[in-house]
């Protein structure tokens, strides 16, 4: 299974963005997927993720009320609707998969390529 992030973009402090994680196979419906972000410089840090059956989400104390997660299993592809935007949100967004019930943040079995989000002033 591969997976494709997209959606990044330059927007303002304020503005809303929905970032897409489309994977290549169905079997994504048998993965927890999380959404993580890095700044250079910095560690990688988890943002959200929503568990396998997408009964379930976990959000960073940071995003909580701004942020929200979802899955579309019928589009093998999970969102990340990215509402209020913050200077410090600008980071390169990464999806990732692990094949379970929920997301472990050091144990992800699948990472797709970055999407850079820039927040202006």
């Known amino acids: 299974v591969q997976l494709q992030a997209s959606g990044g973009g330059l927007v303002q402090a304020g503005d809303s963005l929905r970032l897409s994680c489309v994977a290549s196979?169905?079997?994504?419906?048998?993965?927890?997927v999380g959404w993580f972000r890095q700044v250079p410089g910095k560690e990688r840090e988890f943002v959200a993720a929503v568990s396998r059956s997408g009964g379930s989400t976990y959000y960073a104390d940071f995003v909580k009320g701004r942020f929200t997660i979802s899955r579309d299993s019928a589009e093998n592809t999970v969102f990340l609707q990215m509402d209020s935007l913050k200077l410090e949100d600008t980071a390169v967004y990464y999806c990732?998969?692990?094949?379970?019930?929920?997301?472990?943040?050091?144990?992800?079995?699948?990472w797709g390529k970055g999407t850079q989000v820039t927040v202006s002033s």
């Open positions: 990732a998969a692990r094949r379970s019930t929920i997301v472990v943040a050091n144990d992800m079995d699948l």
């Open positions: 196979e169905r079997t994504f419906s048998n993965y927890a």
